[in-house]
């Protein structure tokens, strides 16, 4: 089978196409045909040996597919050839063939494309997760819910979400065609955060409140800045720091207006922390995607791709990322 390996920590143009032996099927495992895979901010770290997992070389990246159940390990239960799937890999997504815990994949919905349905292995459940989970955000019909980065994966997935909870969603982005796409998703107020101080918007959206959750990918002053236009008793919470740098809290900010930080890391449940929580937070998961695939089938969420490549360009997707030139998310789709 073919797919894009690196054998070095490096950048996108490193990676190269080989053809290379089908991955072995184990245990709980399925074995899919990759119709298609997603390429994230995340993928580039990872090649560039700069995430928090490293995998050993030569690897495929690639930590999301959907595509078609070709085989299934005699030990499996929910899944059968020729389900369609979405599924969270370990790595190796860049490849024709991909192999996936049984645990980690889960069923397409009907109206969404091999390619559209990449956003649901990990941009979906993580916002869904962070807005809904009471542990994190919990979003109640009648909040008013701030997300930054709103033309992004996780961030378009989240203001689709926040409305679809009742929120008031107040979206950030950056530039004309980012702000558009933002309030095509379903944002209520859109700040154009290259032309706006958003801190000072979302005070006058609210006459002077602040906002009850911020949900956050971008980290940095972002961060200390969504604090200072919070309502009391408000919640934050970090998904990533996109914007490079890792925020320090001011816990007497916290303290005044009895707001709450919390984090929120998808990939405790799904196998990549240090503790894998994947097997025994399976039911969690796993009714954390039946609600998001009842919503895409409810055409309540409408994932988009902004641009899909061939597996033999996936490096020009990685490069469009990280230009940020990118709405939604970019799909790697085979032939």
């Not at 099927?25 to 901010?41: E, H, N, P, W, Y």
């Not at 994949?105 to 941009?123: D, G, T, Y």
Request: net charge neutral; glycine share 10%.
């Amino acid at each position: 089978m073919k797919a894009m390996i690196c054998r070095q920590w490096g950048a996108p143009e490193d990676l190269r196409l080989e053809e290379v032996e089908r991955p072995p099927l184990t245990s709980g495992q399925v074995r899919l045909k990759v119709r298609a895979a997603g390429i994230s901010f995340a993928t580039t770290l990872v090649i560039a040996g700069k995430y928090q997992r490293r995998p050993p070389f030569p690897f495929a990246p690639g930590t999301e597919a959907s595509g078609i159940v070709i085989e299934a390990h005699p030990d499996c239960r929910r899944l059968k050839v020729g389900d369609e799937v979405v599924a969270v890999l370990d790595w190796g997504g860049l490849a024709e063939e991909a192999v996936a815990h049984e645990v980690n994949v889960f069923a397409k919905p009907r109206n969404v494309s091999f390619v559209e349905a990449i956003q649901l292995a990990i941009s979906y459940p993580t916002s869904a997760g962070a807005l809904t989970w009471p542990a994190a955000l919990d979003v109640q019909k009648g909040h008013t819910l701030l997300v930054h980065a709103a033309a992004g994966g996780v961030g378009m997935a989240a203001v689709e979400i926040g409305k679809i909870l009742g929120a008031t969603v107040i979206a950030t982005a950056g530039g004309a065609r980012k702000t558009v796409f933002a309030r095509e998703r379903g944002a209520d107020h859109v700040i154009d955060y290259t032309t706006q101080d958003f801190r000072e918007e979302v005070l006058k959206i609210t006459n002077g409140r602040g906002v009850d959750r911020v949900y956050d990918p971008v980290g940095g002053d972002v961060f200390a800045q969504s604090l200072r236009c919070m309502a009391v008793e408000g919640r934050i919470c970090p998904i990533g720091f996109a914007g490079g740098t890792i925020p320090q809290i001011p816990a007497n900010i916290l303290l005044v207006k009895s707001i709450a930080a919390m984090g929120f890391n998808y990939g405790y449940y799904v196998g990549w922390s240090p503790h894998d929580a994947r097997f025994e937070q399976a039911g969690r998961t796993f009714a954390l995607m039946e609600r998001i695939r009842g919503w895409c089938e409810a055409g309540l969420c409408r994932p988009h791709v902004d641009r899909t490549f061939k597996l033999e360009d996936a490096a020009q997707a990685m490069r469009a990322l990280l230009e940020r030139t990118v709405t939604g998310r970019v799909a790697v789709a085979m032939a």
